[in-house]
C-alpha cells in the first residue's frame, strides 16, 4: 500500500487565513476572529481552529490574546507562509502523481511478465515442425503426477505423446526413458507426438482446462 504525506486540515486553514493577509482582505494590526468563529466558519473542530490559530502565532503571523481573538502582526510573515505552503503542497502532489505511476507501471510490469510467462509456457508448440522433432516441457512442483510413473497414468493413451528423454537437475540425460520412470519437479522432458502436442501434455500434467475455468 503506498503512503502519501498529506497536509493538515488546520495546516490548510492556516494556509487560507494567511493567503487573505496577503490579499488584503486582513490588514496589520486588524483583530480578526476567535477560535469558535474559525471553527463555524470553516466546518472544523474547536481543536482543529485552535491549532491553525497556533501556528500563525507560532509564525509571528498573528497575536492570540486571551478573550479578544487574534490580531493581524505581519503580512510579509504570511506571505512567507503562503510561499512554503505552496511549495510544500507541489511538492506532495508531484509525490501522490509519482506514487501513482510507480503502481500503474508495476502493475504493467507484472501483466507483461504474465504474458511472457504463457509465450514462454507455449514456445515448445510453436516451435513443433514434424513428429520427429522432440519438444520439450517443464516438471515442476504443480504437476499433479510427481512421483508417478509414465505408465502408471496412461500418459500415451491420454495424449498422444511418447516421452523420448527426461534430463534430470543435475543435466544428466535419459534416453527412452520406459513407462517406469517417473516425475519430478525440476526435470526437462523431451517428447513427440501429434502437432498440439504441447498443449495436450500440458493439460494432462498440469489441468489447466480446470485451472482456467
Known amino acids: 500500500m503506498s503512503k502519501t504525506v498529506r497536509t493538515a ?3 490548510q486553514i492556516a494556509a ?4 487573505k493577509i496577503v490579499s488584503g482582505g486582513y490588514k496589520e494590526g486588524e483583530r480578526i476572529f476567535a477560535r469558535s468563529t474559525l471553527s463555524v466558519h470553516y466546518g472544523v473542530s474547536p481543536e482543529t481552529s485552535r491549532r491553525a490559530i497556533a501556528l500563525l502565532a507560532d509564525l509571528g503571523i498573528v497575536e492570540v490574546t486571551k478573550g479578544s481573538g487574534c490580531t493581524v502582526l505581519s503580512k510579509e ?6 510561499i512554503q505552503f505552496n511549495d510544500f503542497d507541489s ?3 508531484l509525490r501522490q502523481e509519482l506514487t501513482q505511476q510507480i503502481e500503474n507501471q508495476t502493475k504493467s510490469l507484472q501483466v507483461l511478465k504474465e504474458t511472457i510467462k504463457k509465450l514462454t509456457d507455449s514456445v515448445g508448440h510453436y516451435q513443433y515442425k514434424n513428429p520427429l522433432q522432440p519438444m520439450k516441457m517443464s516438471i515442476t512442483a504443480d504437476c499433479r503426477y510427481l512421483g508417478q510413473s509414465i505408465g502408471s497414468i496412461q500418459l500415451w493413451q491420454h495424449t498422444g505423446v511418447t516421452i523420448v528423454a527426461i534430463e534430470n537437475q543435475d543435466k544428466t540425460m535419459i534416453i527412452s526413458p520406459g513407462p517406469y520412470a517417473t516425475f519430478t519437479a525440476g526435470e526437462e522432458i523431451y517428447f513427440i507426438g501429434p502437432a498440439d502436442s504441447w498443449l495436450r501434455l500440458e493439460r494432462f500434467l498440469y489441468n489447466t482446462d480446470e485451472n482456467e475455468a
Open 16 to 19: 487560507d487565513v494567511a493567503g
Open 91 to 93: 511538492v506532495d502532489s
Open 77 to 82: 510573515k504570511a506571505e512567507q507562509f503562503r
Open 9 to 11: 486540515r488546520y495546516q
